[in-house]
Structure formats: structure tokens, C-alpha cells
């Protein structure tokens, strides 16, 4: 038994914890809970009525076995016959109960919610507070839906007691926060933030919670608040120790509603008016200088409180970010925690001067702690303040200090806690890209990176070099050199094989002079570490081996041996099966020249934005992505045209480039490109189209070096496009059923439907004559760069068209990226005779694989803003060249795609949309504005979008519409 | 804050408190994980650490631990005191609280915590105003069998 036992205890609830408490098992436990609950349960079905107390003892120790942690299924009932009751201890253990055990039993909370209500009204404060309370505790919808009327009543009438408006104002909050719908702003809202000028202190801390989450939500409703805050922090600020009262804490005045204040106006914008603003700016220098002076007490909370208010008004400048003076000021105050002999302390420096090196202001000061930092990295005992300082490195981190920070980083990685090692690696890795000047450098600490952390390397870190070291001649013969070195290790991680037996498949030849590294010496090199590899790792090195035969004649003996033996040729893996077979046929047929073509170098990387950005945001969160978006802003200049892209796009360009180097990375790139057979490597099937049966995409993918492949149908080369395609394409850009065209003979009629990045179009051939068309014959193509932006597919139709009859064709698209030109669709057939060849565009245009966006004003002008480059817009003025009707704007807007947001545009003759094209490779988000000037009869239309050549496309395409 | 938890060294939960809505299967797991966490750091180490996406705070008194879930913009510092203040409640009340008060007047732990804190803010921090609440209830317990015209005079409704 305790010692103390205040009020009635419960003897009965006593000793049964008493006997709980002396189990000796679990078993033990169960068995003598089961008892109770039998006996509780015998009692409540009893035909004895129990009386208050006993009911009350009961309920509670059902309350005290479910806290245990067991399920408790009934008691509900008398918990809330409690509430009912007159007695207050049985009201409140009832109270408790309902707030630990929420039941969604609907006749309960009927009975729960009248209770409440009854409470409510009491006017007996104890009573009002226990139902808020309970109100605060449950916090459910259907709580809300009773009392989220009547709570600001309560908040803000005159004669409500202190107590009681505290409870209501948290009460509210909580409601607020589960169903913000329900709790509507009203009369009571402005006499809620004159709460900040309570006298009742403890009023004002409750108050402050719930104006702080209602202004963060709604700061225009709350500005007011500012001003009030400020003079109520000041009148704190400058209190001496004692005038507060019980609101002192350890010498530190109202250190909660300190915080609170501070926090608040961390919702707004430095104050406007100046007396308040100066008047703030006052409070927050005296709270610097109080960091300054001698401790009032020795005791920890004192210097905790004082420093809570510290790094709150730090956090407020940084918030401002526009006091040069404060902003240095407090990180040299931060300066000085980072050797504090608290943990604490130095852990929360670490973290707030992480934003503060985002700030220009501040970020040299910051800067100049580099070592401090670099030594908690490496002393400290604990890993999360260990994690602080990488992170304060990482933000830290610009050109003058890049390769020391990163030096260091990489040396901790060598024993850094496995939590923390794959995030290092990818910050490692940005850092290292973002601040190359000499890219030997880079290549050497991604190299590093791999051999200190291979297993945390994230595929997008590996493709990532790959690709720079595509797009950078300058650097391709030292990345070779190197990765030839690092391979040499007896044991390195398969990630190095991976980016060696690329590099050196693409690259060997730069260092095959030396004999050291000599064709035959590179190509033993990597098959030594072949049968330590997985599969993917496999497939790569084939690859990296059918390269080698075109840059070095002298090892196609020798690998050819390789890949005839039977490990290979009869592996049971399909893949590299597959591979095997193939890559020896064409060692062994083709010719230098085919090889050469097939096999050249791969072209550079399309721009993208960074895959291991994307992925460390992903990891950190939030709370990262500041410091990441100015990095995405940087690197588009830092690295010029350099590349980057991930996996997506290297499977994009994989379908650009004809050559099955293409599979070296993309080990998903077994989807074929284009034409019908499923089979790795495309590619690879064309060439042997005269061994195999004759593909049916054979006319679809004119590459160059398919002239040998024997054309399947007619032998007529397809005609140029009619003239009048482009305009019959335009017919189509706001709309997806129509007749596309017709002439005396045919008629072809389109009906399409688009979901995602896919697409599904029927087309239908009409004879419109009373005689049969022979040799009907229809072909879709994708010229030049669009094969490797659209994949196409179709199968071929009868040849045979009735007269009078209708054949249908179904094409299925998928957008693999972005594209301008239109696929090409080829009707070639004989009418009586004579040859009938007609080419036409296809309607298959961008602004298909729109996704409508509907979003609010303020994330339009937000997004808008962001995408401000000017390359990112696009405009055109032209004039209109139908009616300006607008209904018809909106439908043909509408039939664009994309979302018609209402709104928005202050001015109401004005129409704005938004939308997301979905691609293969990305997605990309488009914003879209049209002004009708119905005077001039012209129009002005901008199209923004993170990508140049989408703006200009959906902008010439729209141009066309009105 | 989110929650708030207290268990004792050998991991017992003692006292449990949700600001946020979470099905009884999870709060047993977060529970479960973030004991387990905390119980594995070593003494010295900082009060603070990231977990989830949350910001836990924790202190240890004697045989307990309490520890708080706050959000990303909240205050760590005044966590950790939020913490303290609690604990110099209890101990008040109680007079040199130890884990056995609270285990067996557990109802009485979370009464206390609901005068200071509720939804997740801090209520009343000043130690006398909770106190006195607390004790203004001890009273009218005391007086649970309370005459007719003691109720009348407190204009309670009439009991049903």
C-alpha cells in the first residue's frame, strides 16, 4: 500500500493491485485478472442495484486492466452511468473512463453526449471543466458535430470562470485540429485573440495555443494578434524575476507563455508598423543579452527555461531572416553552446544552426564554427548529436569548404553508426556533384564512396556517375584509369563492378594503351569478379563484354569462348541466357560496321533533375527540402549541360540509342520500344528480322541500319504527309472522337481515351465505294526523335476492305517523355487498280497525357512563382480567330486537359488551369493562363511548366484553338 | 505534443496519455518501440532524439521515465520542462512521489496531468492553481455523502 491515499481511497481497487503487483507470472496475472473481471462482471449483471461507490470502484478497476494492457469489452455502460451521478469522484472516475476507453458505440455517445451537455450547463465550474476535459480527451468528430456551437460561447462570455475558459479554449483547440470544418470562425473570433490581454495568466497560456493554431490556418482573420503579442511578450520580457508570481519559473518569468508568444508570431511577417516592430526587436535583444548574464540559479531548469525562450526568439529571427544584426548575433550565441558541457545544448545548437546556414546573412558566420563541427562528428558519444553536426556539415557545405567537408564525411562514414550510413552517402554524394569543379575529383569521392559504403550506394548514386561521366568527355579516360584501379581489389563491392564494367565497356579503350591495362588485362579483370556477382550484375557485365569485341577486335575470341560456354549460352537465368545467345550471334554475324553502329558510345544524358535529391528529400522528410530546393536551383548552372536522370531516363535514352548497350543499366529496359515481339533488347530482334519470323513493327522502326530487313507489305515508300495534316491534328488537340479524314473513297474516324501515361485510340476505316479495297495496309511510325519519346503499337488489319464496309484498328501509346511531333499514320491500299498512299499525322499530342490539378489560389501563384525561369514560360499573343464565346473557351479548355480552376485570377475575364503530364520518365506540371481581350479580339496565353519544351509545345498547341 | 508516456526501468507502461487519435493497436506498438528505444540509450546521452517523425523528449526520475512526443516546430527545452513541472506536481501531491503512488493512484496521476495539460498544451502552469484544483476535488470527495442543502447552495443539478 502507498503512503499516501488521498481523498477516499478505494480499498477494494487497492488490493487488487496489490495482488496483480505480487504475480509471478504472467500466467499468474492473467488468471487473477480473469477472476476480477468474472467477479466485476457477475456484479454488474447482478440483481443487487450497486450503489455509487461500488460502481465506481468497479469501473475503475476495469480502467486500471485495460491500462495494463488487456482488452476490456463491457463496463461502458456503468462508466457512464456515472457521469450522471451528483457525487464528483464518481462523476470523474466515469469521466476517465470514457476518456481512456472511447467507444463508438453510437446509443453510448447519445447517452455520453446528453451527459455532457448536462454538465455543460451546470454552471458549476468543477462539473464544466470534468465534460471539457472529457470533450479535450476524445476529441472525436462526433463531439465536435455536438459541442463545437456552443464551446466559443462558453470561451468568450463575461461570467465564465478563469478555470473554465482555459479548459474551453484547449478544448477547441483539440476539436479544431480533428474537424477544422466544424468549428466555424464567427463573432467569437476577434474576442477570442483579446485573450492575449488576460490579467489571468493562465487564461492567456491556454488562449495562445488555440490563436496560434487559428492563425496558422487563418492569418489574415488573426492578424490583430501580432500587435497584442508583442507588447504582452514585452511586458514579460522586462518583468523582474518576481513579478509574476507562481508564473516564475526557476527565476525565469513565464517561460510556456513566453515560448507561446514567440512561436505565435513565428505564423506572420516582421510587423509593419514600426513601434511595434522596434518594440520587438527590443524584446529579442533583451533576451540575447539575458543568454549573456550570470545564471540566476545552478539548477538545470533554470538554465532550461532561460534557453527554451533563447532558442524560440532564435528561431523567430531566423523566421524573419531579415536582422542581419540579430541573425549574427545568435549564432555566435549558438556558437558558444556548440562546446557547452550539456548535451542538450549542443545537440539543439546543432540543429538551429542548420537553418541558420541557410540564411545569406547568416551563413559565413556560420561557416566559421567548421571545426567545432567536424569535431562533433568525431567525438561526440551520442549518434543523434553526431547526426546533428552531419547535417549542420551538409548545410554548411559551399564551394570554398566542399572538399573538406566532404573529406570528412567520408572518413566518418568509415565507422559511422549503420542508422545514419545511407543518408550520408546520398548527402556525400550531392555534395561531391554540386561542388565539383574538376570532375576527377568527383569520380574519386563517388569512387570512395562505394569502396567505404558500398552496400548503402543506392542505385541512383551509381547511375548518377555513370551519367556525368557520359556527358563529360573530359573526364571519361581518368574515370576509366580509375575504376581499372579501384577493381583491383581482391574484394570490391559489386557496385565498383557495376560502374567498372560500364565505364570500362564504353571507356577502356582511353586507357588501353597502357599495357597494364591492356584490352585483354580489362576484359580478365572484370570476368574475375563475374561469378562472385548477382544476376542484374551479370547481365551488365555481358554487356560490358559485347562492347569490348567492338572496341578491341583482338578479345572477340576470347570472349566469344566465354560466352559460348556453357555457364552461359545454357544458363538458367532466361536473361543472361538470352544475352548470351544473342550477343554471340551478332560477334558473329554482323559486320565491323553494323557493330560499330550498334555498339557505339552512348549519346549524353537528357537534363533532369537529380534522382538522389529526390530520394534524401523522400528520407529526411520535410524539414530538409529548404536547403534541397536551392540546391536544384544551383545545379541546373553549376553542371551546364551536364545530365542528370535517373533510371528513367536512362531507360528513355536507352530507347533513343539503338544499341544494346542500351540494357546496361536499364535492366528494365526488357519492355521493348517499339514493334510487337516482347523480347530484350529490341533491337536485337531487328537485326535478325530475316532469321526470325518477320516482325510486325518492321515498317514502325525505321533505323538506320535496318535497310537489310526485307520491307513486309507493299514496297512503296509511304507517302509525305498531306498537307493538311497539321490542321487535322489541330481538329483534335481539345477533343478525342471525330472524323480525322475523308475523301471520296475513305473515311477514317478516331475515338481515343487517355489514362495516365497511356493511351488506347480505335480508328476506323470506312470503303466509302461499292468495291473492295485490296492490299489495305496501314502503318504507324514515330520519326526521329519521337520513337524514342511515344512507344506505338499495333496490330496490322485484314487486307481485304469490303465496299460500303468498316475495319477497326486499335493503337496502343505509351508517353515515355515529352515530345512535339506527331506519330505518323500510313494508309497505303489499291482501288481498281491503282496504288491509293496517304500519310497523315496521328492526333496524338501532348496535352493527352494530362492529368487535371485542382488547387487553390494561393498554391497556383506559389507554384507559378516557382516556376519563373524564363525558359519555364512560354507566350504567345495572337488573335482570335473564332467567337470568343465563353463557354466554348471552357469546354475547349477543359477538353485540353487539364483542370479550369475558378477563382484564381483576380480578374474574372481571365482563365487559369492546371495540370500534370504524366510520362514514363517524369512528370511534369503545367500552368496555364489565357486573357481574352474582347475589344482587340486578341488573346495573350502563358504556359508555364518545369519543362521548356513542354511550355512552348502546349502553348503552340492551344495558340491554334481559339 | 502527441503523447505522452511514463514506464518504469523494466518497460511497465505506467501512465499513457494520447493527444492524437491512433488505434489501440498502434499506440501498443509505438508504445512497445519507443520504450524499447529510450531504454537502450545510455545515461549521458542528450534528453532529445528524432524517432519517426517525431521529436521525443524524455527524462528520467529515479526508477521512471517520462517521456513526450512533441512536433517538428515545437520546443524541445520547454518539453523537458513541461516534464519537470509534472513530476514536481506529483511530488507535491503525494509528498516525495515514488513509481508506487502512481501505480496505485493511477486515476489520481492522470487528474493531475489533465489540470496541466489538455489537448496537448500546456493548461495552467502555475503549480498553486493546479494544486488547488486538485484539492477542490479532494474536498467534494471527502464530502461524498454531502447533505441536501450543501448541494442546493452549489446549484448542482439534481442528482437522476
Not at chain 1, 364 to 379: F, G, M, P, S, W
Not at chain 2, 73 to 99: A, M, P, W
Request: net charge neutral; hydrophobic share 40%; glycine share 6%.
Amino acid at each position: 500500500m502507498p503512503a499516501v491515499s488521498k481523498g477516499d481511497g478505494m480499498r477494494g481497487l487497492a488490493v487488487f493491485i496489490s495482488d496483480i503487483r505480487n504475480c509471478k507470472s504472467k500466467e499468474a496475472e492473467i488468471k487473477r485478472i480473469n477472476k476480477e473481471l468474472a467477479n466485476i462482471r457477475s456484479k454488474f449483471k447482478g440483481d443487487k442495484a450497486l450503489d455509487g461507490y461500488s460502481k465506481k470502484k468497479y469501473v475503475c478497476k476495469l480502467l486500471f486492466i485495460f491500462l495494463l494492457g488487456h482488452d476490456i469489452d463491457f463496463g461502458h455502460m456503468e462508466a457512464v452511468n456515472l457521469l450522471s451521478s451528483n457525487k464528483y469522484t464518481e462523476k470523474q472516475i466515469g469521466y476517465l473512463f470514457i476518456s481512456v476507453l472511447v467507444n463508438s458505440n453510437s446509443e453510448l455517445i447519445r447517452l455520453i453526449n446528453n451527459a455532457i451537455k448536462n454538465d455543460l450547463s451546470s454552471r458549476n465550474p468543477t462539473f464544466m471543466c470534468l465534460a471539457l476535459h472529457c470533450i479535450a480527451n476524445v476529441g472525436s468528430r462526433e463531439m465536435a458535430e455536438a459541442f463545437a456551437g456552443e464551446i466559443p460561447r462558453i470561451l468568450v462570455a463575461g461570467d465564465t470562470m478563469d478555470s473554465v475558459k482555459q479548459s474551453a479554449a484547449l478544448c477547441l483547440l483539440r476539436l479544431y485540429k480533428a474537424s477544422p470544418d466544424l468549428v466555424l470562425m464567427g463573432e467569437w473570433t476577434s474576442r477570442v485573440v483579446h485573450l492575449l490581454n488576460d490579467q489571468h495568466m493562465g487564461v492567456v497560456t491556454a488562449a495562445i495555443s488555440l490563436i496560434t493554431c487559428l492563425s496558422s490556418k487563418n492569418p489574415d482573420e488573426f492578424k490583430t494578434c501580432v500587435s497584442l503579442a508583442v507588447s504582452r511578450l514585452s511586458r514579460i520580457v522586462s518583468s523582474a524575476s518576481t513579478d509574476l508570481q507562481d508564473y516564475t519559473y526557476y527565476f525565469v518569468p513565464a517561460p510556456w507563455l513566453s515560448c507561446k508568444l514567440l512561436r505565435l508570431l513565428q505564423c506572420y511577417p516582421p510587423p509593419e508598423d514600426g513601434a511595434v516592430k522596434g518594440r520587438l526587436v527590443e524584446c529579442l535583444e533583451t533576451i540575447l543579452n539575458k543568454a549573456q548574464e550570470p545564471p540566476k540559479s545552478k539548477k538545470v531548469q533554470h538554465s532550461n527555461a532561460k534557453n527554451a525562450i533563447l532558442f524560440e526568439a532564435i528561431s523567430l529571427i531566423i523566421h524573419y531572416d531579415s536582422e542581419p544584426n540579430l541573425l549574427v548575433r545568435a549564432c555566435n550565441q549558438l556558437g558558444q553552446f556548440l562546446q557547452h558541457r550539456e548535451t542538450n545544448l549542443r545537440y539543439l545548437a546543432l540543429e538551429s544552426m542548420c537553418t541558420l546556414a541557410s540564411s545569406e546573412f547568416s551563413h559565413e558566420a556560420v561557416k566559421t564554427h567548421i571545426e567545432t563541427v567536424i569535431n562533433a562528428l568525431k567525438t561526440e558519444r551520442d549518434v543523434s548529436v553526431r547526426q546533428r553536426a552531419a547535417d549542420l556539415l551538409y548545410a554548411m557545405c559551399d564551394r570554398s569548404n566542399a572538399k573538406q567537408i566532404v573529406a570528412e564525411m567520408l572518413s566518418y562514414l568509415e565507422t559511422a553508426d549503420y542508422s545514419i550510413r545511407e543518408e550520408m552517402v546520398l548527402k556525400v554524394a550531392i555534395l561531391a556533384e554540386k561542388y565539383a569543379v574538376d570532375y576527377s575529383w568527383y569520380v574519386d569521392t563517388i569512387l570512395n564512396l562505394i569502396r567505404i559504403a558500398g552496400d548503402y550506394v543506392s542505385e541512383e548514386v551509381w547511375y548518377r556517375v555513370i551519367q556525368i561521366v557520359i556527358n563529360r568527355d573530359d573526364v571519361q579516360g581518368y574515370a576509366a584509369k580509375t575504376v581499372f584501379e579501384a577493381l583491383q581489389a581482391p574484394a570490391c563491392h559489386e557496385n565498383m563492378v557495376k560502374v567498372g564494367g560500364y565505364i570500362l565497356g564504353e571507356f577502356g579503350n582511353l586507357i588501353a594503351g597502357d599495357p597494364r591495362s591492356s584490352p585483354l588485362v580489362q576484359f580478365n579483370l572484370l570476368h574475375s569478379k563475374f561469378h562472385l556477382c548477382s544476376v542484374p550484375t551479370r547481365a551488365l557485365l555481358l554487356s560490358a563484354y559485347i562492347k569490348f569485341i567492338n572496341l578491341f577486335p583482338e578479345t572477340k575470341a576470347t570472349i566469344q569462348e566465354v560466352l559460348r560456354s556453357d555457364s552461359q549460352i545454357r544458363n538458367s537465368d532466361v536473361e543472361l541466357q538470352q544475352r548470351a545467345v544473342e550477343y554471340l550471334k551478332l560477334s558473329s554475324i554482323a559486320s565491323t560496321d553494323v557493330l560499330a553502329t550498334v555498339l557505339e558510345e552512348m549519346p549524353p544524358f537528357p537534363e533532369r533533375e537529380s534522382s538522389i535529391l529526390a530520394k534524401l528529400k523522400k528520407k529526411k522528410g520535410p524539414g530538409a527540402v529548404t536547403v534541397e530546393l536551392e540546391d536544384g536551383k544551383e545545379r541546373g548552372e553549376l553542371n551546364g549541360g551536364g545530365d542528370r536522370g535517373g533510371d528513367a531516363a536512362i531507360a528513355a535514352s536507352n530507347a533513343s540509342t539503338p544499341s544494346p548497350s542500351a540494357d546496361l543499366l536499364g535492366l528494365r529496359s526488357t519492355a521493348p520500344v517499339s514493334g510487337t515481339t516482347p523480347s530484350a533488347g529490341s533491337l536485337l530482334v531487328d537485326v535478325f528480322s530475316e532469321a526470325g519470323p518477320s516482325a510486325t513493327s518492321a515498317g514502325v522502326n525505321d533505323d538506320g541500319f535496318l535497310s537489310s530487313a526485307p520491307p513486309t507489305v507493299a514496297s512503296e515508300d509511304p507517302a509525305p504527309p498531306l498537307p493538311e495534316s497539321d490542321e487535322l491534328l489541330n481538329k483534335f488537340v481539345c477533343k478525342n472522337n471525330g472524323v480525322l479524314f475523308e475523301n471520296q473513297l475513305l473515311q477514317i474516324g478516331i475515338k481515343s481515351e487517355y489514362r495516365q501515361n497511356l493511351g488506347r485510340m480505335y480508328l476506323f476505316y470506312g470503303n466509302k465505294t461499292s468495291v473492295q479495297f485490296v492490299s489495305f495496309n496501314t502503318t504507324v511510325s514515330c520519326p526521329g526523335e519521337l520513337q524514342s519519346q511515344l512507344n506505338v503499337q499495333t496490330k496490322t488489319v485484314e487486307p481485304l476492305v469490303e465496299g460500303g464496309a468498316q475495319v477497326q484498328q486499335v493503337i496502343n501509346i505509351e508517353c515515355l517523355t515529352d515530345f512535339i511531333d506527331a506519330p505518323l499514320l500510313n494508309i497505303k491500299f489499291r482501288y481498281g487498280g491503282a496504288l491509293q498512299n496517304i500519310s497523315l499525322k496521328l492526333p496524338v499530342t501532348i496535352n493527352k497525357f494530362f492529368q487535371p490539378t485542382e488547387m487553390a489560389a494561393a498554391d497556383f501563384f506559389q507554384r507559378w512563382k516557382q516556376l519563373s525561369q524564363p525558359q519555364q514560360e512560354a507566350q504567345k499573343i495572337f488573335k482570335a480567330s473564332h467567337g470568343m464565346d465563353t463557354e466554348v473557351l471552357k469546354a475547349k479548355l477543359l477538353g485540353l486537359g487539364t483542370a479550369l480552376l475558378e477563382n484564381v485570377d483576380p480578374n474574372p475575364e481571365n482563365y487559369v488551369c492546371a495540370g500534370v503530364i504524366q510520362t514514363k520518365a517524369q512528370q511534369v506540371g503545367c500552368l496555364l493562363r489565357l486573357e481574352p481581350n474582347a475589344q482587340a479580339q486578341m488573346y495573350r496565353l502563358t504556359l508555364r511548366s518545369s519543362k521548356d519544351t513542354v511550355s512552348q509545345r502546349v502553348c503552340d498547341l492551344l495558340a491554334e484553338q481559339f | 505534443m502527441q503523447f505522452m508516456l511514463l514506464f518504469s526501468r523494466q518497460g511497465k507502461l505506467r501512465l499513457q496519455k494520447w493527444y492524437v487519435p491512433l488505434s489501440d493497436k498502434e499506440r501498443k506498438k509505438i508504445s512497445r518501440d519507443l520504450v524499447q528505444t529510450i531504454l537502450a540509450r545510455k545515461p549521458k546521452m542528450c534528453s532529445f532524439l528524432e524517432w519517426r517523425d517525431l521529436k521525443i523528449v524524455y527524462k528520467r526520475y529515479a526508477s521512471l521515465y517520462f517521456c513526450c512526443a512533441v512536433e517538428d516546430q515545437d520546443n524541445e527545452l520547454i518539453t523537458l520542462e513541461i516534464i519537470h513541472r509534472y513530476v514536481e506536481l506529483l511530488d507535491k501531491y503525494f509528498g516525495s512521489v515514488c513509481e508506487l503512488d502512481i501505480i496505485f493512484n493511477f486515476e489520481k496521476a492522470y487528474f493531475i496531468l489533465d489540470e496541466f495539460l489538455l489537448g496537448g498544451e500546456a493548461q495552467e502552469t502555475s503549480k498553486k492553481n493546479v494544486l488547488k484544483a486538485i484539492e477542490q476535488a479532494d474536498l467534494l470527495q471527502e464530502l461524498w455523502e454531502p447533505p441536501q442543502g450543501w448541494l442546493s447552495e452549489l446549484s448542482l443539478p439534481a442528482s437522476t
